[in-house]
């Protein structure tokens, strides 16, 4: 699962691109999955705070075995009308799986879906591995000093600049022109903090309309302009059952679609619930070369 060779072929996207992870290289060349775990109690599909270790353990075993080359572990849920976490519940939700699994799979890559600082660093210092971040450093001043600090990818997302307004829509505003330049400004002041292995990730679903998330998948091959790994965030999303009138728990079939297409836009990742499904899209779309 963590083996990394280079790919001999040239792709239009990418070219030997590694990151670096607790020491282990992940080749972003080839599409990698994330799976997500969730502690919370009240995510939009599968929320639940009271997992039993030996639960978390299967579910990890299984994304793991289906195909997951990293782990995402979220203990604040940013659905819409989500609740309030404080600092103190959010890393004790998270810290103890992270314990949990780099002493069940030690060569695991875990990333930390947080906003918050001190949530990351204490992750970070426990096994885990990669920090993703949904505000790009703005709900939490010290996010950046402590990426450079620490050293980790840092998964750079598109969202609005506070907490409050984070699913606040502006249907007026080329959400393409705002997406890159936003992800132009923010590059540019990591790498200026020493920072470089950065992901991107056009943030669909939060603070957008249903026209602006398929605009921004239509276009997803444009931000291959950075030269950097994508990653797509799309699983059964409101984007697919605004569409098709399902539920979340309905929008498996709706979430493949998006993600083969996200996939053959160039997305280094895709974050989903289900693993298998995901993993299969990729041997799809990798038969088609």
Same mark, same amino acid.
């Given at each position: 699962?963590?083996?990394?060779?280079?790919? *001999?072929?040239?792709? =239009?996207?990418?070219?030997?691109?590694?990151?670096?992870?607790?020491?282990?290289?992940?080749?972003?060349?080839?599409? @990698?999955?994330?799976?997500? /775990?969730?502690?919370?109690?009240?995510?939009? =599909?599968?929320?639940? &705070?009271?997992? #039993?270790?030996?639960?978390?353990?299967?579910? @990890?075993?299984?994304?793991?075995?289906?195909?997951?080359?990293?782990?995402? %572990?979220?203990? $604040?849920?940013?659905? *819409?009308?989500?609740?309030?976490? #404080?600092?103190?519940?959010?890393?004790?939700?998270?810290?103890?799986?992270?314990? &949990? /699994?780099?002493?069940?799979?030690?060569?695991?890559? /875990?990333?930390?879906?947080?906003?918050?600082?001190?949530?990351?660093?204490?992750?970070?210092?426990?096994?885990?591995?990669?920090?993703?971040?949904? #505000?790009?450093?703005?709900?939490?001043?010290?996010?950046?000093?402590?990426?450079? !600090?620490?050293?980790?990818? $840092?998964?750079?997302?598109? #969202?609005?600049?506070?907490?409050?307004?984070?699913? !606040?829509?502006? @249907?007026?505003?080329?959400?393409?022109?705002?997406?890159?330049? $936003? =992800?132009?400004?923010?590059?540019? /002041? =990591?790498?200026?903090?020493?920072?470089?292995?950065?992901?991107?990730?056009?943030?669909?679903?939060?603070?957008?309309?249903?026209? !602006?998330? $398929?605009?921004?998948?239509?276009?997803?091959?444009?931000?291959?302009?950075?030269?950097?790994? %994508?990653?797509?965030?799309?699983?059964?999303?409101?984007?697919?059952?605004?569409?098709?009138? @399902?539920? *979340?728990?309905?929008?498996?079939?709706?979430?493949?679609?998006?993600?083969?297409?996200? &996939?053959?836009?160039?997305?280094?990742?895709?974050?989903?619930?289900?693993?298998?499904?995901?993993?299969?899209? +990729?041997? &799809? +779309?990798?038969?088609?070369?």
């Amino acid at each position: 699962m963590l083996n990394v060779k280079e790919n *001999p072929k040239d792709t =239009f996207f990418l070219k030997n691109k590694f990151i670096n992870c607790k020491g282990i290289l992940l080749n972003l060349d080839e599409p @990698t999955i994330m799976g997500i /775990l969730n502690h919370t109690p009240d995510s939009f =599909f599968d929320g639940k &705070l009271t997992f #039993s270790d030996a639960e978390i353990i299967e579910k @990890t075993l299984f994304m793991l075995t289906n195909g997951a080359k990293i782990i995402d %572990i979220g203990g $604040y849920s940013t659905r *819409p009308n989500g609740c309030e976490v #404080s600092e103190k519940e959010e890393l004790e939700r998270i810290l103890a799986v992270v314990k &949990l /699994l780099v002493a069940e799979f030690p060569d695991i890559i /875990l990333s930390i879906d947080t906003f918050r600082s001190a949530v990351a660093e204490k992750c970070i210092e426990n096994g885990a591995a990669i920090i993703n971040d949904i #505000s790009g450093g703005d709900f939490d001043k010290k996010m950046i000093a402590c990426v450079a !600090q620490l050293k980790v990818p $840092y998964i750079l997302m598109h #969202s609005n600049s506070k907490l409050t307004d984070l699913h !606040q829509i502006e @249907t007026k505003k080329n959400i393409l022109d705002e997406a890159i330049f $936003y =992800f132009s400004e923010k590059i540019n /002041l =990591f790498h200026k903090k020493g920072i470089t292995d950065i992901i991107i990730d056009p943030g669909f679903g939060f603070g957008k309309t249903l026209e !602006q998330n $398929y605009s921004l998948l239509n276009h997803l091959a444009d931000f291959h302009l950075f030269e950097l790994p %994508i990653l797509v965030g799309i699983s059964r999303k409101s984007m697919i059952n605004k569409v098709l009138g @399902t539920t *979340p728990q309905e929008a498996l079939n709706g979430t493949s679609v998006l993600n083969t297409i996200a &996939l053959l836009k160039g997305a280094s990742i895709l974050r989903v619930h289900d693993v298998k499904e995901a993993n299969e899209a +990729v041997k &799809l +779309v990798a038969a088609l070369e």
